[in-house]
């Protein structure tokens, strides 16, 4: 069974968040998983003998409507038919499901270009959007209808998944941001392409937060953090940091839309 590489990109803005990504990553997945970061100048801090730095380059050009060109560039170098791919400010929260994730990756095949790791098709996306799959191992995995026919299922999406390579480099283009890629991407490429995209239900490989976002500017987000957790983080802040504060964000409508509206406790439980 193959054991897929993490990839996280950064920039240097937000590379401060990557000591936190890499506490939480060896904390509750570890350190028998490599960890790439793929950024632009080196932190400057330690990294953990399972991370790597990879410089895409001196500076980010074209700020944020490059992101896909380096990502191009780099993914179409390396020999990996699988990878694992986040962002930097996903903090991996609470333990990942090692059973859920080697069960993901036997359902790897050549139609198959996305695996969520996440609750993303249960709890975040229209449910006449998702069927069920198959059951293997006792989990139960659920799939994206083959089209949205005009709405947007998010196939391109940067939570935690395992990528197929060939099916990641088809929907991407030069000179497109973030949410180019997440949406032209999606409806324009993905859609109705005949890949699948797959992800369990009711137990995930990864339970994750996102700490930074322009919704909250100049906030760390410690919303759903264990208290032993934040205190570490405190610690591992430093002064020079471009954010330093830490605060939880406390709407209750969220990424996961959970019955109920608890997805704290539906999620982390």
């Known amino acids: 069974m193959i054991n897929p590489t993490v990839y996280i990109s950064t920039c240097d803005a937000n590379i401060f968040v990557v000591k936190y990504f890499q ?3 060896n904390k509750y997945w570890g350190k028998h998983m490599k960890v ?3 950024g632009f100048n ?5 990294l953990e003998e399972n991370f790597e730095f ?7 050009v074209g700020g944020a409507n490059g992101w896909s060109n380096y990502l191009i560039d780099f993914f179409s170098s390396i020999e990996d038919e699988y990878f694992v791919y986040g962002l930097d400010d996903f903090m991996i929260a609470r333990k990942v499901d090692e059973e859920v994730f080697a069960t993901a990756l036997t359902l790897l095949d ?7 790791l996440q609750p993303s098709l249960q709890y975040a996306r ?3 959007f998702v069927q069920s799959h ?10 994206l209808v083959d089209s949205g026919k005009g709405t947007n299922l998010y196939q391109n999406a940067a939570a935690f998944s395992i990528w197929n390579k060939k099916w990641f480099l088809k929907n991407i283009r030069r000179d497109w941001s973030p949410w180019d890629w997440e949406i032209t991407g999606s409806m324009s490429y993905a859609d109705g392409d005949g890949f699948k995209v797959i992800g369990s239900k009711d137990r995930w490989a990864v339970r994750k937060l996102e700490i930074l976002s322009g919704q909250w500017p100049n906030i760390i987000n410690t919303r759903g ?5 934040l205190e570490e983080m405190k610690k591992l802040s430093k002064s020079s940091d471009r954010i330093t504060t830490f605060k939880p964000i406390m709407e209750e409508k969220w990424y996961y839309e959970v019955p109920g509206g608890n997805w704290e406790q539906t999620i982390f439980f």
């Open 126 to 128: 229209p449910q006449n």
């Open 225 to 229: 953090i264990k208290p032993e957790d």
């Open 42 to 46: 080196p932190p400057d801090f330690e």
């Open 23 to 25: 506490y939480f990553f």
């Open 134 to 143: 198959v059951r293997k191992e006792g989990i139960e995995f659920l799939s």
């Open 110 to 116: 050549e139609k198959v270009g996305r695996i969520d």
């Open 36 to 38: 790439k970061v793929l």
């Open 54 to 60: 990879i410089s895409l380059g001196a500076e980010q």
